[in-house]
Nanobody, 122 residues
């Protein structure tokens, strides 16, 4: 009963910036934590950043100091601001949400968005 739609991906030069958006709908009052995953061909899926209903955030070591996760409760939307982008940031980025009795991301019971492609290339 929770649906997620991502947007904002695209092509960017190394050192550039992008902002991803994830809009939630449905039973949004049941969401406990949301985050962003990414996966590139030949690489393992990586949890990039998370934000709880209380506003606490966490980041993967690979993006600390470069990426910022935030939320707009009025719009039921979270964002991922990506700065100083590197070639290795190229991936499909997916938004997900743990809801109901679950507070751990990355399970088959999460709500998942369809993904948005981020390509960093010179």
């Amino acid at each position: 009963q929770v649906q997620l739609v991502e947007s904002g991906g695209g092509l960017v030069q190394p050192g550039g910036s992008l902002r991803l958006s994830c809009a939630a709908s449905g039973s949004i009052f049941r969401i406990n934590v949301m985050g962003w995953y990414r996966q590139a061909p030949g690489k393992q899926r990586e949890l990039v950043a998370t934000i709880t209903s209380g506003g606490s955030t966490n980041y993967a070591d690979s993006v600390k100091g470069r990426f910022t996760i935030s939320r707009d409760n009025a719009k039921n939307t979270i964002y991922l601001q990506m700065n100083s982008l590197k070639l290795e940031d190229t991936a499909v980025y997916c938004c997900n949400a743990a809801y109901g009795l679950r507070s751990t991301l990355g399970t088959p019971f999460d709500a998942w968005g369809q993904g948005t492609q981020v390509t960093v290339s010179s």
